[in-house]
């Protein structure tokens, strides 16, 4: 199995800063496609997630560009360029390399 | 657009099974892969696994042992049982849909509301 570590758990912000997020997990992620199969989901307060990156580095439709994903491997990063009062809530990154694993969710809220 | 529903008992009694159905609306069942994804009170998101319209399925590993996930296409919906419950299955349980932009990637671009269920005697 697939294991994830997601770092930080809590993640205070002030608005107009940058964020970062990141995944580590135990087994390379890269297909023999050549993509990485990570996805990123926010679940904001109340609601049920919704999807932000897809493949490590693809905005979803509608996805605000201040949403970033990059990394490599086994490493990931999710960065919001600067935080919006909007952007609060849990973000979890996803494996899809084997089955699927959640992250164990970082909370972002406004300072 | 495409709706998803939950339904099923929210208390189940402990090594009952628990039975959620989730029904789509707006579009067809048919072409996609269907998925249950559940969160324990104050946790994170745990992956169920997912069936594809014509029955195919994956489960998660921990799970597999007491999962099932069915499919009913002339009712556009599809369900989950999960059997031999305990405390640790209290949980909101989400249904969802893995869309795809490119028929290449699959990822999870509707989601349910999600119906809390809880394991007590």
């Known amino acids: 199995d697939i294991v994830v570590t997601q770092s930080p758990l809590s993640l205070p912000v002030t608005p107009g800063e940058p964020a970062s997020i990141s995944c580590r997990f135990s087994q390379s992620l890269l297909h023999v496609n050549g993509y990485h199969y990570l996805d990123w989901y926010v679940q904001k307060p109340g609601q049920s997630p919704q999807l932000l990156i897809y493949?490590?580095?693809n905005r979803a439709s509608g996805v605000p560009d201040r949403f970033s994903g990059s990394g490599s491997g086994t490493d990931f990063t999710l960065k919001i360029s600067r935080v919006e009062a909007e952007d609060v809530g849990v973000y979890y990154c996803m494996q899809t390399r084997q089955g699927r694993t959640f992250g164990q969710g970082t909370k972002v809220e406004i300072k | 657009q495409v709706q998803l529903q939950e339904s099923g008992p929210g208390l189940v009694k402990p090594s009952e099974t628990l039975s959620l159905s989730c029904t789509v609306s707006?579009?067809?069942?048919?072409?996609?892969?269907w998925s249950w994804i559940r969160q324990a009170p104050g946790k994170g998101l745990e992956w169920i696994g997912y069936?594809?319209?014509?029955?195919?399925?994956n489960y998660s590993p921990s799970l597999k042992s007491r999962l099932t996930l069915l499919v009913d296409t002339s009712k556009n919906q599809f369900s989950l049982r999960l059997t031999s419950v305990t405390d640790a299955d209290t949980a909101v349980y989400y249904c969802a849909r893995l869309g795809t932009s490119d028929n290449f990637y699959y990822y999870i671009d509707v989601w349910g509301k999600g119906t809390t269920v809880t394991v007590s005697s």
């Open positions: 493949l490590s580095s």
């Open positions: 707006g579009g067809s069942i048919s072409g996609y892969y």
């Open positions: 069936i594809y319209y014509s029955g195919n399925t």
